[in-house]
């Protein structure tokens, strides 16, 4: 059984988007006590003990959607059992899955390694699957630690992986004679020479919330180093400091090679523009442009790393977001959902996605790269090279201050990046706000 909420990659469903506003969204996602997930955005398909496994699905993009649709199918003919599939618009379900959790989830359901699968393992919401992790094999330590909560059990099975880099067409840097900048003054100077041909220099969509938050990441990251952003997201440094402020300032600098109305444009629709040649660069992950490049042009599609802002964190760190699956608390066949993430971890099931989603990467490292493209082996000398590799904000956070403060206030940002004081004391007063309340 499949159910959506979607109507496209990303895209909100014109039935859910009439029936309540992103903000009512956010601020519902937020909430969490007590509340019944919002209806037909992320309800549970049935099942059950003398049923099929029910897995709650955030892939409503079509690639991912069919290439999930095959691994299980896969599972269902090994198994011998049924996977009834409750697909939900990739923004709603993020937005309402503390609800979710709370009310009648599926068993298995897709979500994220790290500190965004941490924070629901302290509030008790997940299942502990340390059990099975005895037997996995092809994982390596540090997997094992984005997978594990903070009392040392493990709840998540692991994936695929994606970099986040600076996205570009050969033929563009080909033709123009652009080369690819090694530090920020050149990629500035990359960006002006761009505008000066005529060209938008950066694709740039944030309708959704989310995708802005790579490049601050990566400005942070390069500028701060990787131990002072992992312990902003955590709420340990101020958002006023010297540190986040000179982040704004590097991105203010940066703006006005950016496209316009940001703030009403799609992640697909940036991604568009740079297939269309419209545009020079964006920064994204790979799953995002390799969606909007056909198979005749994506020889064409490359990236090049985040350049480096201080030489003493130079590219150390990428953001490379890990995907996968959890087993509810709540799960009704308990069994099933077990029997299930124990195929989903085998290299195989992995492989099975992989080959109608060439956008990602295996985590299993017994998987082997035989059959990857040229982006997917780039992103693995990418991530296999860094010396740190980052979740992404909304996952190395809280969920309630990501969606609640950040996405606000970074689209507030876009809109005026004027006034970076009042922005950086209003984010550093509801920080104090929100976790202050564990």
Sequence with gaps: MVQSAGNGPGGYGHRAARAVSRRSLLRGAAA??????????????????????????????????????????????????????????????????NRYLQGTPDDVFTWFAGYRMQYFAR??????????????????????????GEDGKQYFVPYYYYPWAVFHRKSVFRTRGYEVPQNFDQYRALAQQMQKDGLTPFAFGDKEGWPAMGTFDYLDMRANGYDFHI??????KSWTSPQVRQVFDLWKGLLPYHQKGANGRTWQEAAQSLQQK???????????????????????????????????????????????????????????????????????????????????????????TQGYDALQ????????????????????????????????????????????????NDIERQKKQIFAAD
């Design 377 to 424: 082996k780039k992103a693995v000398r990418l991530v296999s090279g860094a010396r740190q590799i980052s979740q992404f904000m909304d996952r190395d956070t809280r969920p309630d201050f990501a969606s609640t403060v950040l996405i606000q206030a970074i689209q507030q940002f876009i809109g005026n990046p004027d006034d970076i004081d009042g922005l950086v």
């Design 32 to 97: 969490g006590a007590g509340a019944v997930a919002a209806p037909a955005l992320l309800a549970a398909c049935g099942g059950g003990p003398g049923g099929g496994v029910t897995v709650g699905s955030n892939a409503s993009d079509a690639v991912p959607k069919k290439a999930y649709a095959e691994a299980f199918a896969a599972y269902e003919k090994k198994a011998k059992k049924t996977v009834d599939v409750n697909t939900v618009n990739h923004e709603n379900f993020q937005e309402n899955i």
């Design 123 to 148: 509030k008790g919401l997940l299942a502990d699957i340390s059990d099975l992790w005895r037997e996995f094999d092809g994982f390596s330590d540090a997997v094992r630690k984005q997978s594990t």
């Design 231 to 236: 312990a902003l997201m955590r709420g340990e």
């Design 278 to 368: 419209k545009t020079g660069m964006t920064v994204l992950g790979l799953p995002h442009p390799g969606q909007q490049f056909t198979p005749a042009n994506r020889e064409d599609l490359d990236f090049f790393p985040f350049p480096e802002i201080d030489p003493a964190f130079g590219q150390d760190a990428v953001e490379a977001p890990v995907d996968g699956f959890l087993m509810a608390k709540k799960a009704k066949n308990k069994d099933g959902a077990k029997d299930l993430l124990k195929y989903l971890a085998t290299p195989q099931a992995e492989l099975i996605y992989l080959k109608r989603d060439p956008n990602n990467v295996a985590v299993n490292n017994r998987a082997g």
